[in-house]
């Protein structure tokens, strides 16, 4: 009963023009659920939820994204007439600390370039830091979107919603070596459509070790807190950038604002270097 139920919560998802992304994570966070209460959906109460998102270890980002999963499913459950009541409804609000970037350094960026990545991984790296995509976003480039009369590529972001971009000049050269009629990144062993983020994911992470960089927290995602970041670096009016990273708000925009690394750097070395004394000239001071 519950598998149908999460069949057909994909299924009402689908309809509301949700992406495929959001539907599959959804449905690991709900498969998790069930198995942790080990009760049907139709019985979980509130203090089954609370128990799961409360457990130990989880960070904050993903108890909210838990949090937002449950009540989206357990108010379908309710518009279904499965169940008269929601428990999601009642769970708190997660409190989750502002977050900040992790962007990979433009050397970086140059030495999983340089690092023995072959072909097309090297293209996911190059659309992921270029045009500051999601891994999912990257997965399915097709041909059709890329413009090179008009310099845009089409994509489609969160919600759904299919937006048309300016084409980077690298990426415009990269498109003139790739598929022009088909996915730039099809699924292997004769799989039909494009591979899945989670296969971007994993050959860009390659990447990043053999290019010997260890940072946990330096993930494929921060090539495109790179992208943000470094257009703020180069003075992009942040509402520009707000739009090229396909933000719903520009307050999520806004934590690309803060001072980089790059530039705390730059700023302590403007301090003049001074010789440092071999003695404390103690003695000198209590001779004179």
């Not at 459950?77 to 929601?86: A, Q």
Request: proline share 6%; glycine share 8%; with cysteine.
């Amino acid at each position: 009963m519950d598998t149908y139920l999460l069949d057909q919560f994909a299924a009402y998802q689908r309809a509301k023009n949700l992406s495929e992304n959001t539907i599959r994570n959804r449905r690991s966070i709900l498969s998790g659920l069930s198995t942790a209460v080990g009760s049907p959906f139709a019985e979980m109460t509130l203090g089954d939820l609370r128990l799961r998102i409360g457990r130990p270890d989880i960070a904050a980002g993903s108890r909210r994204t838990e949090r937002g999963a449950m009540i989206a499913f357990f108010t379908f459950l309710c518009e279904d007439g499965i169940r008269t009541d929601n428990p999601a409804a009642r769970l708190a609000p997660v409190e989750a600390p502002k977050g900040e970037p992790r962007p990979f350094t433009r050397e970086q960026v140059d030495a999983m370039l340089t690092s023995g990545a072959y072909k097309r991984t090297r293209a996911m790296i190059l659309v992921g830091y270029y045009q500051g995509f999601r891994v999912s976003s990257i997965a399915r480039v097709h041909g059709h979107d890329v413009d090179l009369t008009a310099m845009t590529i089409r994509t489609v972001g969160k919600g759904g919603k299919v937006r048309t971009l300016p084409l980077h000049p690298v990426i415009a050269d990269l498109a003139k070596h790739m598929p022009p009629d088909t996915w730039w990144f099809p699924a292997r062993k004769g799989a039909s459509g494009h591979i899945r983020g989670a296969a971007v994911t994993n050959l860009i992470t390659r990447a990043k070790k053999r290019a010997g960089i260890r940072d946990p927290d330096l993930t494929p995602h921060s090539l495109r807190h790179a992208f943000g970041t470094d257009l703020v670096e180069e003075g992009v009016d942040i509402r520009v950038v707000k739009e090229l990273m396909m933000h719903e708000s520009l307050a999520t925009t806004q934590i690309y604002t803060g001072v980089s690394a790059r530039r705390k750097q730059e700023g302590i070395r403007t301090l003049p270097a001074r010789e440092i004394p071999r003695q404390s000239g103690r003695g000198a001071r209590i001779a004179a």
